[in-house]
């Protein structure tokens, strides 16, 4: 089992930036993929982007490419999601994920409560 708990969402307005963290606990951090993902009120969970084990390779959605960065600090247990210039409908709750490499919700084992994020225009 990994455990995983976000935080660093809230309100911001439009051009802000925040920093959202996921820290794992249970079984070994290094040995999974991490995903964040995001869900607005009646649409489908989105992926955002993913980053593999050693932090090498990150893939994003088009929506947030250029604007957000995925990082991890294995040393740390945590995951991080670094995202400028927000826009308002960036506003969802947001979640990581642990698991493989993917970009759907199948490709993940465990996730997190999710940490809502709102821009306002």
């Known amino acids: 089992q990994v455990q995983l708990v976000e935080s660093g969402g809230g309100l911001v307005q439009a051009g802000d930036s925040l920093r959202l963290s996921c820290a794992a606990s249970?079984?070994?951090?290094?040995?999974?993929?991490m995903g964040w993902f995001r869900q607005a009120p009646g649409k489908e969970r989105d992926f955002v982007a993913v980053?593999?084990?050693?932090?090498?390779?990150?893939y994003y959605a088009d929506s947030v490419k250029g604007r957000f960065t995925i990082s991890r600090d294995n040393a740390k247990n945590t995951a991080y999601l670094q995202m400028n210039s927000l826009k308002p409908e960036d506003t969802a709750v947001y979640y990581c994920?642990?698991?493989?490499?993917?970009?759907?919700?199948?490709?993940?084992?465990?996730w997190g409560q999710g940490t809502q994020v709102t821009v306002s225009s």
């Open positions: 994920a642990a698991g493989g490499w993917g970009m759907h919700v199948d490709s993940y084992n465990y």
């Open positions: 249970g079984r070994t951090f290094s040995n999974y993929v």
């Open positions: 980053i593999n084990l050693s932090a090498s390779r990150t």
